[in-house]
T-cell receptor
Framework: AQSVTQLDSQVPVFEEAPVELRCNYSSSVSVYLFWYVQYPNQGLQLLLKYLSGSTLVKGINGFEAEFNKSQTSFHLRKPSVHISDTAEYFCAVSGLNTGGFKTIFGAGTRLFVKA | GAVVSQHPSWVICKSGTSVKIECRSLDFQATTMFWYRQFPKQSLMLMATSNEGSKATYEQGVEKDKFLINHASLTLSTLTVTSAHPEDSSFYIC?????????????FGEGSRLTVL
């Protein structure tokens, strides 16, 4: 079984400042890790994913995340945020369990970028 | 990239009527699609897993007769909210998994906001 914890429910930050959204997971099987973004009244859009290989993955809109196996973390970062980055961000873990893949979502972190 | 289209985006209906929401994978085949419900400022709640050609698997607490799911083809799944009531008002989102990949990556529809008067 897997679980995902997003440590911050809300993160306010000023425009052009760096940001880190934290995500920790637990799993008894090997997992794939994802970050999705949701803008108001829309579905989820994939930001980036870690499948294997390099632990630093780069995604769209200038975001990147680092997979840390020893700390079971997959924190999302951006060096300089824009107003348009204001949205809800979901960390997700996908693992192969009995019966197939199961994806577990974190509770979400609302990033609020202020001018 | 893979695209999932969900329709309608918005729907308003009277209490007691039924509403159908469609979820289509436009450029890939999806043997598995998922239906979620999302309340304001909350995460996605998985309602059911829709498998092509077989019955859907519902999560605990989700009424099968209330939320009818049909996955008749590799590119289409439908969710029908039967005899809708105001408490069914919510944002419903579908996602699909590409049968050609094995990473568990999900592609999401745009969501459907249901308002029951």
């Amino acid at each position: 079984a897997q679980s995902v914890t997003q440590l911050d429910s809300q993160v306010p930050v000023f425009e052009e400042a760096p940001v880190e959204l934290r995500c920790n997971y637990s799993s008894s099987v090997s997992v794939y890790l994802f970050w999705y973004v949701q803008y108001p009244n829309q579905g989820l859009q994939l930001l980036l994913k870690y499948l294997s290989g390099s632990t630093l993955v780069k995604g769209i809109n200038g975001f990147e995340a680092e997979f840390n196996k020893s700390q079971t973390s997959f924190h999302l970062r951006k060096p300089s945020v824009h107003i348009s980055d204001t949205a809800e961000y979901f960390c997700a873990v996908s693992g192969l369990n009995t019966g197939g893949f199961k994806t577990i979502f974190g509770a979400g972190t609302r990033l609020f970028v202020k001018a | 990239g893979a695209v999932v289209s969900q329709h309608p985006s918005w729907v308003i209906c009277k209490s007691g009527t039924s509403v159908k929401i469609e979820c289509r994978s436009l450029d890939f085949q999806a043997t598995t699609m998922f239906w979620y419900r999302q309340f304001p400022k909350q995460s996605l709640m998985l309602m059911a897993t829709s498998n092509e050609g077989s019955k859907a698997t519902y999560e605990q607490g989700v009424e099968k007769d209330k939320f009818l799911i049909n996955h008749a083809s590799l590119t289409l799944s439908t969710l029908t909210v039967t005899s809708a009531h105001p408490e069914d008002s919510s944002f419903y989102i579908c996602s699909a998994r590409d049968r050609a990949t094995s990473t568990g990556e999900l592609f999401f529809g745009e969501g459907s906001r249901l308002t029951v008067l």
